[in-house]
Structure formats: C-alpha cells, structure tokens
C-alpha cells in the first residue's frame, strides 16, 4: 500500500468511528496546524467541541468554538479525542504527555494524515496526491527509517517593489531606486532547482517589497504547487493590499498562506484582506511588531574585524538563530543583509556567499552538493564583514520615509570606526 492510501484509511477510521460513536473531539493548538484540523474535519463532517491551547491570548472563541487552557478542557470533556495538531512531530511527545497527565484518555497524532486531506481533499495541490503523500512521508519519517535531508526555512524575493517605504528596512527598500519585479517562470525554475537539493522542503515564503504587487501571483502558486517535494507556500505582506479575487482563488486552490507583518497603523487593509481570505478558507497569520525590535542597517561599511570576530558574528546571527536561506535573481544566498546588499550593490560581489542556480539544470549533482553546503555553512560570510551586527541599534519597526528614492545607491563608506 503507498502512502496515499495509507493517508486515506487511516483518516476514513477515524472519521467513521467518530461519527458513529458520536464522540467529543477537542483539538489541542489553535495555530496553523490546528486550522489545518478544524477545516479537514469540517470537510467530513465530523464536529470539533472545543480548543485548546497554552496561550492565554488565544482563549476565547475560534470558528464559534471555545479555545480554554488544557486542564479545563480535560476536565469539561474527559471522554473526549484529543488531537494535537503540532506540526513539527517532535513536538508532539511532551504534547501527549501534558495531556496524558492532565487526565485525557484518548490522545492520537493524525497531523499526516490531515495535512495530505488538506491538500488532496480540502484544497488540490497540483503536484498530485502521490507526489504530495511521498514528501508528507519524508517530513513525518516512520521510526527507525533513514532521516531525510530537510530543507532549512527559505523565503523567495519575487519583487523588490513595495508600497511602503520603511526606514531600516531589511529589504533596503528605500535604497533601491530601479526595483525589480521577477517573471514567474523565473521564480518557479529557481525555486524548483532549490528544492531539487533537498529530500524535502517544509515552505516557501514568497516575500517582497510587497509581494502582492507582483503582476502573475497565480502563474507563481500554479508554478510552484507542482513542485513535488515542496508542502507549505506562504506569502509575507505587509498588509497594505487585497489581492483580487482571481489570485485569491488561485491560493485557496492550491492550500497557500497568508502571512502579515503588521505595521500597525501603516498596514492599512489587514481587516479586509483577512476578511477576504476567511471567504476563501485561507489561512492567515500574523507577526506583531511590538517596541524597539528592528535593527537599523546603517552604516553599511568593510568593519575589517579579525576572522575570529566575524566567525563570532555569524554564529550568533544565522549558524544559532537564523538557519535560513534566501532566493532573489536566481541568486541563494544565506543572510537578508547578503542577498540584498550585493544585489543592490552596496556592498561588492562576493561569490563565495551565495550560489548561483541559474548556472544549473534542475537536479544537477554539483547544484545539489553547493545548496547543502551553503545551507549548512559553519564559517562566516564575506558579508559578515560588513554588517552592522551587534553594533547596530534597534528602532520602531515600519517607520515610513519620504517616497523620493535614492537616484543612487549609497555609496560604500570608508572604515572611520577604529576597527582593525
């Protein structure tokens, strides 16, 4: 039997005894996962009584459904189905032993299961439901079966055009005087190759400048919904756009996402773009700028610090906190500040810090061997070198300059701090 199938029986027992014995079913999460459950189990008609979840902010109601602490919801159904709805599964042990100590009697880990309905029943990814079964089973491996080679996050610049002009941007938005927007069939290729490194991709993020901007959003989710080994597809805004109805189509067919970077009152249209995705069963989510939490990225200049110091600066940056990857231009490199500094030119070109797909056909050795040692890269960057790093000082995130732009990037300045 394939995974598929294994997918489809093991989810079909669920729902057949759930419906006949008219069982209360609580789901543990109010997150994406747990959205993922609620809407699979909508689909087969089997009725969730409650949430739960460990993050007081959450409590309340979700989809007309209570969200309460565990211990409560323990307590108010003990006979019922508890389903934590984690997506990383090495999560789920101390989940399950929350529960198993709070006095829940039926706990069971269907996430494999739900997330192939999801976008084999719910929605229709168009790799088809083999191809979608086989990297669902490299993301959830059997015990004792050979751990895949995962993919760290990577998020894809599709446009460099923005509608916000922020200060400090991590994008350098105010700095780039001709932004560039990337034809689908070059995102698609690009990201595809990418992939082709790996066993197995967790998401994309399709990020910006704004990526709502970008004229053929539902050619790039088509495009990329076929790639087989890929699951998650995310688009990060700012909150400022509504995309039409076509391209909102477009992403509910194939399961994409929406993610928010909220800028508070400069992320204008969140309500109605939330209010469009809900009509379409898409999930959003949000990330909540609060404080003093965005580094400044200025002045951009060679600091000359010793080898040691920079190795020091990587580690603490990405190596320990930012295991991440980024694609622009054809282009994979391993920092923001990297991939956007040389391809704005503020800083030089410095080969060794990125990987040049377009050099590469899809699923050639020499592209798979340079994306896993990039993306597993110890030692610092040339880039490192000029980063602010720990010097920088944090600032308000989103504060909006002036719309002129520079006619010029900024140029390189000379060393002036005493570094050596």
């Known amino acids: 039997m394939n995974h598929a199938d294994v997918y489809r029986d093991e989810l079909a027992r669920f729902v057949a005894e759930m419906r006949a014995s008219q069982r209360r079913v609580v789901v543990v999460g109010a997150g994406r996962g747990g959205w ?10 089997v009725p969730v009584d409650a949430w739960t979840d460990s993050n007081p902010k959450k409590h309340g109601m979700l989809f007309d459904i209570p969200v309460m602490p565990m211990a409560q919801a323990v307590e108010r159904f003990p006979d019922a189905c508890f389903l934590p709805s984690v997506l990383d599964a090495a999560n789920y042990p101390p989940v399950a032993g929350t529960l198993d100590a709070a006095g829940a009697r039926d706990i069971r880990y269907l996430m494999p299961d739900i997330l192939f309905s999801y976008f084999s029943d719910v929605t229709r990814r168009a790799c088809g439901p083999e191809a979608l079964a086989k990297t669902i089973a490299r993301l959830y491996p059997e015990p004792g079966s050979p751990a895949p080679c995962r993919s760290p996050s990577v998020s ?3 446009t460099q055009k923005c509608t916000l002009n922020c200060q400090d941007c991590g994008a350098f938005v105010p700095d780039n005087a001709k932004p560039v927007t990337y034809p689908a069939s070059r995102i698609v290729d690009d990201i595809a190759k990418y992939c ?4 197995v991709v ?6 910006g400048g704004e990526p709502f901007m970008h004229k053929e959003i539902e050619e790039i989710v088509e495009g990329v919904s076929k790639i087989p080994n890929l699951l998650f ?14 391209v909102l189509d477009a992403m509910q067919r194939h399961g994409a996402c929406v993610i928010v970077s909220d800028y508070g009152p400069y992320s204008s249209k969140i309500a109605q773009l939330a209010e469009a995705c809900a009509g379409r069963q898409i999930f959003v989510d949000y990330y909540r700028y609060q ?14 610090r010793s080898p040691e110091k920079n190795a020091e600066v990587f580690t603490n940056c990405i190596a320990n906190t930012m295991i991440c990857c980024q694609i622009m231009n054809g282009k994979v490199h391993r920092c923001t500040f990297s991939n956007f500094t040389q391809e ?4 030089p070109e410095l080969p060794g810090d990125f990987v040049d797909v377009g050099k590469y056909q899809t699923g050639c050795a020499e592209l798979t061997a340079e994306i896993r040692a990039l993306a597993n890269r110890k030692s610092a960057l040339s880039a490192c070198d000029f980063c602010p790093a720990d010097n920088r000082n ?10 002129s732009k520079r006619k010029q990037p900024r140029p390189i300045q000379p060393v002036n701090d005493g570094c050596s």
């Not at 967790?202 to 990020?207: E, F, M, N, R």
């Open 344 to 347: 704005l030119k503020l800083i």
């Open 291 to 304: 404080g003093n939490d965005w580094g400044m990225q200025t002045p951009i200049y060679p600091r000359k």
């Open 394 to 403: 944090f600032v308000p995130a989103g504060i909006q300059l002036p719309k």
């Open 233 to 246: 597809i995310d688009f990060v805004t700012n909150g400022t756009l509504v995309p039409k109805a076509s």
């Open 36 to 45: 993922y459950t609620a809407k699979v189990l909508a689909h087969f008609q």
């Open 202 to 207: 967790h998401h994309i993020a399709l990020q």
């Open 196 to 199: 082709s490194a790996f066993d």
């Open 156 to 158: 894809y610049v599709i």
